[in-house]
């Protein structure tokens, strides 16, 4: 389906191309190949326009049987694909001007020279102008490379819409091709243009076999879609910034392709403008190979240092048993800019917010640890991060072990897992948590589903080989969030007996006590009879030593939300699921 996709794509454009935009047609015999007009039969017509500066350009003949393309190349850096155009001369000189007219059979082209000797000085004061080239004083031009370090500097979306709704590139996601050391230098002087991209060019796939590029291609470096290409440069060409109903765009004319650091076969060679100032350069442009695509670049000038926000962050003692401010200190603020947010994140699920400088966050630590201080600053010039650690050395007098000596965590779903924990008809999957307060400020909990079946459940199954031991230590526990009445079951299997596991089982229940509150669930299997159906492995104390089922023996730890509850949907919150010490396996950081 893709490749036919592309394939209609393909021939659309070919349409495109060889019917043009405004055709001109005469009733008269179809026939399979309708040759160009002889160009001595050729004629176009240059009037004045709206004043001294603009240009009004129409074909005069020849009428064209069948179908053709009329394009004009109006010497000034800009290509208009219409049988009229309106060119803009803001200098004196002398303006080639080329129309072409294209048919399935061929195409044929001539020439005026269009002499001007007026100046629109208006131009030499224009931000877009001056903002580009640096002004008439800069004789050898501005140059403009890709603003690697910002995110979004490329991008894609689609035709119409957000540029970088698909992809937005993080900073300095191409390293190591030839996107960031591309130079579009620009000179007011005869709006020239140079494309300078160091020998290697990186380019979209379906540009890297244009004849105007090269015949030396590097395999890609970071994906399929995107190559790297041997490109001889400096290219040579003129610009134009041309304005539309929909704004002002900037058009490139050369021999040899031009483009922003990353060809995708521009329409037209034309890219929107949509902002630009004196150090920052954000345009937009249509591909002419993916229709149904819009492609964002942001460039700076070469050699711009991005002014920075300088502060501090300071993280001291506050009254109180493991109580700490951050204060948050400015040194210095460009002009122009801002802060706009700050967010300080202190290691233990903690996250405080606020726009003031002069906030002072504080918290206070339960348990003992080394917590990593993050401090978030959204600015007008972008995101900045600073870290701190913070060792505390006691658990706080109100804290409650959670976690006993001998136990180890099983899965958090925030930074720990020693296995996964997956569901059986039913969903479970990691999400935020919806009450970040102690005993449970975790950023990710588990969440579970189930739907109209009454034994659905999460799962955390060890590998194989690996078995629980009971024989020292017989308590899980993990915490739980939900409607007060439902009832949490935790049930030990043995996955050896395939279909009847079950039988093999093991199990305890709890009752969640409120609403909407994090409640530390403990589940002791001490003195705890299996089931019946368990035959030989039948005992009144699976933590027994003697007891077959004691170690060795189960493997799986099943968790279901009212068990046996086949009507309607239930669901609640899950975390820190923990348990006896599984000989040979460790917990692992995994965020």
Known sequence: MKNKKYFNLMWLFALIVMFGCEPYMEDGPQSSTNLPPDPSTMDFSITPGADAFHFKIDLVSPQVIGISAVS???????????????????????????????????????????????????????????????????AEGKSWVLDAEIQGHLGVGPAGGNPLEWWSAQPFVKSGTGAYDDELIFNLNGFKVTYDNHGVSYVKSYMKDDPNLASLYKNPRLNKDDWDVDYVTPVEGTWSINEKSDGFYLQFSSDKRI????????????????????????????????????????LKPKNYERPKIEYTIDVQAASG????????????????????????????????????????????????????????????????TKTQTLEITENHPDYEEFLLDEMVMYNDFSEVIMAAVQGQDCAVEAVDNPMRLYPNKSSKVAFYSKTDNPWANAFMQLPSGYRFDLRQLSTFKM????????????????????????????????????????????????????????????TNDVTNPDAAVSHDFYNVIRIMLNPGNGTGTHEFYFDELAGPHVEGIKSAKVR
């Open 72 to 138: 004009f190349n109006l010497g000034n850096g800009s290509t208009v694909k219409s049988s009229s155009a309106t060119a803009y001369y803001p200098l004196p000189g002398d303006y080639t001007i080329t129309m072409t007219i294209l048919t399935n059979g061929g195409s044929s082209s001539i020439t005026k020279t269009h002499t001007t000797t007026e100046t629109d000085y208006a131009i030499f004061t224009d931000d877009k102008y001056v903002f580009l080239t640096g002004g008439a004083d800069n």
């Open 259 to 298: 483009f922003p650091g990353l060809d995708v076969g521009a329409a037209n060679n034309e890219y929107k403008i949509l902002n630009i100032t004196e150090n920052s350069l954000e345009l937009i442009c249509a591909s002419a190979y993916e229709d149904w695509t819009s492609w964002h670049f942001l």
């Open 479 to 538: 915490q739980v969030y939900g409607k007060a009445g439902d009832v949490v079951l935790l049930k030990l299997e043995n996955t050896d007996w395939g279909g009847d596991a079950w039988m093999s089982g093991v199990e305890l229940t709890y009752a969640i006590q409120q609403d909407n509150t994090w409640e530390v669930v403990e589940y002791n299997f001490k003195g705890i009879a299996n089931n019946g159906s368990a035959g030989g492995f039948f």
């Open 321 to 384: 048993i493991n109580a700490y401010e951050v204060h948050f200190t400015v040194n210095n603020i460009p002009s122009g800019q801002s802060i706009d947010n700050i967010s300080v994140d202190f290691g233990n699920g903690t996250v405080q917010e606020s726009t003031d400088v002069n906030e002072v966050f504080t918290n206070t630590y339960m348990r003992k640890g080394t917590y990593t201080i993050t401090v978030t600053t959204t600015t007008s010039l972008g995101v900045e």
